[in-house]
Every structure is written in C-alpha cells, then in structure tokens.
C-alpha cells in the first residue's frame, strides 16, 4: 500500500506541475469565432486560429461490470474492483494550414483486485501520432458540412500484458503490438450549434505470445458530438461512440467468440479563461444493458484537460 502510494502521488504532482507550467502568462480572454466547437471532445485539436498547443490530460475510470462473449451482461460481484487512471503528455501543431499533427504520450496506472488477490501496477503506455487535413472547414459552405481526413499510428512503448510481473497484469501499461487507423471526420456549424461524426478503421499488427501468433480483425470506431457554443469560446456538449471488432484468430483460424463491441456516451463542456488557456473535460459511462456490448468491461469515469495554446 505505501509503495502504490507513493508511485500514485509522484506521478499527480508531475501532472501537478506541467499543469501549472502550462497555465503561466496567459492573457485576458477574448471572444472565440465559430471555431469554437472545434476538440469539445478530443483535446489534441487546434482551432482554426490556433497554431501550435501543449497540454496534459487526466482520465479515470472505475469498472462496474463485464460483457462476455455472447453479450450477457453482469455487474462487478462483492471483492472484485479495477480503477485505472490515466496522464497524458501531448502537443499538437499545425502544417500547410489546413493540417495538423499531434503527438501523445500516456501514463498508465491500474489497481486490480479480485478475493483473495490484489495487484497494483503501471508506467509509461503506447505512445500515439495523429493526424488531421481539414479539406472542407466547416461554416466554409452553407449547404454542406466540413470534411477532414484522419490518420494515426499507435507504438507499441507500453508494457504488453504477458510482460506484467503481477497476478492480475495490473502492470501492463500497452497492447503488445501496432496499429494504423484511417478515417473521416464530418463537422457542420449552425450558430451556436454544431454536429461532428468521425469515422476511423484500425488495422492491428499480429503479435506472439507463448509461441502463438495471433491476429487481430479490422476494428471499426465511430463517434458523434452535438453542442452548443457559449460566449467567451465556450462548449457545451453530448457525444457517443461505438467500438466494434470481428473474431481474431490464429494459426488454427478464426477464434469464435472473440468479437468485441463497446458502445459509451457522456456529456463534456470547455472553457477559455483566457485567449492562451483552454480547459477541457468530460464525464462518460458504458452501456451496460445486456447485448449492447461483447467481450469488453464497463465502466464509468471522468476527464480533465488543461491546453496552453499560441496563435
């Protein structure tokens, strides 16, 4: 219990103070334009005036239950419990001004516990590059919506869970292999309302454990956000999301019954205290009806992000 304590507060008071580094100097607010609705969700995301931007983000999220693979749904039972919470390190900055680049590094931290048994673990994730050309902005076209092309390629930094030392890989902080992603973003403006859909296909690299290769299906995401945009470049808004994946499989074919599907929802607001200083955050829950997801926890949890940004 001291050691986790002491691991859980040296990472906060480095959130702490990159915080606090990122909120220094900044000036009195001004008014934002219709970009305002731009990253109400995803925190690495410039707004059209916004050239460059560093921030850090803190996300946890407490588990309360689990689909299995024919998608019956079962709340967490009495001495079993997972929390995780999640630092994330990021910066974004703008190319050929209508694109943009972002990079992300997390620290992971997850407590695990089940009767009889409790492990503790965590370190530096996956680290993640993305980026965003924006061919249409929106407000661009009355009759038509922003259009934008995404891509994303996630390295495998973390630790994979057969690396983890403790009973319950509390400890693994990665997925154990690669991925690319490629989608669409579709975004419209009506003042002081907006709609983005963001569509991403993610192909997973094949990795080997114990001896076995296993391979991973193409996974589909999607997601919308509908708000509001208040004054002084505030946000008030909903979103969803959906996750789906077919079966993987491995050197004997297809694994039945390891399709995977997750769908979750929440609400997330954004402030500008000033013109250099944005804040971010979110509250969000999985459904946990019985077939509205497969193979995956649920949980509800919550996140904050602080953005320095410069024009």
């Excluded at 995301?45 to 983000?57: I, Y």
């Excluded at 259009?147 to 154990?176: N, R, Y």
């Excluded at 946000?235 to 499989?249: D, I, P, V, Y």
């Excluded at 599907?261 to 009806?289: K, N, W, Y």
Aim: glycine share 12%; charged share 15%.
């Amino acid at each position: 219990m001291t050691a986790r304590f002491r691991y859980w507060t040296f990472r906060s008071a480095v959130t702490v103070l990159a915080l606090g580094a990122l909120t220094g100097h900044a000036r009195s607010a001004r008014a934002q334009a219709c970009c305002a609705s731009a990253g109400l969700v995803a925190p690495t995301r410039l707004r059209t005036s916004e050239d460059f931007a560093v921030g850090a983000q803190g996300r946890g999220r407490s588990v309360f239950g689990a689909f299995d693979a024919a998608g019956n749904f079962a709340n967490t039972t009495a001495g079993e419990s997972e929390w995780s919470l999640e630092q994330d390190l990021f910066g974004v900055a703008r190319i050929f001004e209508r694109g943009q680049v972002a990079l992300l590094l997390p620290f992971v931290e997850t407590d695990r516990r089940v009767p009889g048994i409790g492990s503790f673990g965590g370190g530096v994730g996956d680290l993640s590059v993305n980026l965003r050309y924006d061919f249409v902005r929106a407000g661009d076209y009355r009759m038509f919506p922003g259009l934008a092309v995404l891509f994303a390629v996630l390295f495998p930094t973390g630790k994979p869970p057969e690396d983890a030392t403790d009973a319950l890989a509390a400890g693994a902080t990665g997925q154990g292999s690669s991925e690319m992603s490629m989608g669409v973003a579709f975004e419209q403006a009506v003042e002081p309302y907006f709609l983005t859909v963001n569509n991403m296909l993610t192909l997973r690299g094949s990795r080997h454990v114990g001896g076995v290769k296993e391979s991973f299906a193409p996974r589909f995401t999607g997601s919308v956000a509908a708000g509001r945009v208040l004054p002084r470049g505030a946000t008030l808004g909903a979103f969803a999301s959906a996750l789906g994946q077919g079966n993987n499989s491995d050197a004997r074919g297809s694994i039945a019954g390891s399709a995977s599907f997750l769908l979750t929802a929440g609400l997330a607001f954004t402030i500008s205290p000033t013109d250099q200083l944005r804040i971010q955050g979110s509250v969000f829950a999985d459904a946990p009806a019985a077939h509205w997801g497969r193979n995956q926890t649920t949980g509800a949890g919550a996140s904050v992000s602080v953005i320095r940004v410069w024009p």
